[in-house]
C-alpha cells in the first residue's frame, strides 16, 4: 500500500488556479495508476481526474474537461492536478488515491483504489 500526502490547497478566486500536489512513499507508484477524488461537504466522494501508470493516458470528470490537468511524474513518485478556470462548485476536499492493483484499466470508482491521502483543503470564493 502506497503512502500518500496531498498539498497544495488553498483559497482562490473564481477563475483562478491552483496545482495540486500528491507524493508518494512506496516502490509500486511507477506500475500503479493513480487518481484525484473530491468529497464537498454533505455529498459522497467523487472521481475528479486519473492517470495511467505511464503517465501518458488521462481521463476526467466531465465536470472538470478542459479546466484541470493531471500529470505524474515517476521519477520523483508524484501526482499532481493543475486546477484552472476554478468555479465555487469545485470547493471540497481533494484527494489522491493509488490503485489496489499494478498496470489497471481506468477506472473511475472510488471502490478500485486502495490508497488515499489525508486531503487537501480547495475553497474557491470571491
Known amino acids: 500500500q502506497l503512502q500518500l500526502v496531498e498539498s497544495g490547497g488553498g483559497l482562490v478566486q473564481p477563475g483562478g488556479s491552483l496545482k495540486l500536489s500528491c507524493v508518494a512513499a512506496g516502490r509500486t507508484f511507477t506500475t500503479t495508476n493513480m487518481g484525484w477524488f473530491r468529497q464537498a461537504p454533505g455529498k459522497e466522494r467523487e472521481f475528479v481526474a486519473g492517470?495511467?501508470?505511464?503517465?501518458?493516458?488521462?481521463y476526467y470528470a466531465d465536470s472538470v474537461k478542459g479546466r484541470f490537468i493531471i500529470s505524474r511524474d515517476n521519477a520523483k513518485n508524484t501526482v499532481s492536478l493543475q486546477m484552472n478556470d476554478l468555479k465555487p462548485e469545485d470547493t471540497a476536499v481533494y484527494y489522491c488515491?493509488?490503485?489496489?492493483?499494478?498496470?489497471?484499466?481506468?477506472?473511475?470508482?472510488?471502490?478500485?483504489?486502495?490508497?488515499w491521502g489525508q486531503g487537501t483543503q480547495v475553497t474557491v470564493s470571491s
Open positions: 492517470i495511467a501508470w505511464g503517465g501518458m493516458n488521462t
Open positions: 488515491a493509488a490503485r489496489r492493483v499494478p498496470y489497471s484499466s481506468p477506472s473511475s470508482s472510488r471502490a478500485d483504489y486502495g490508497s
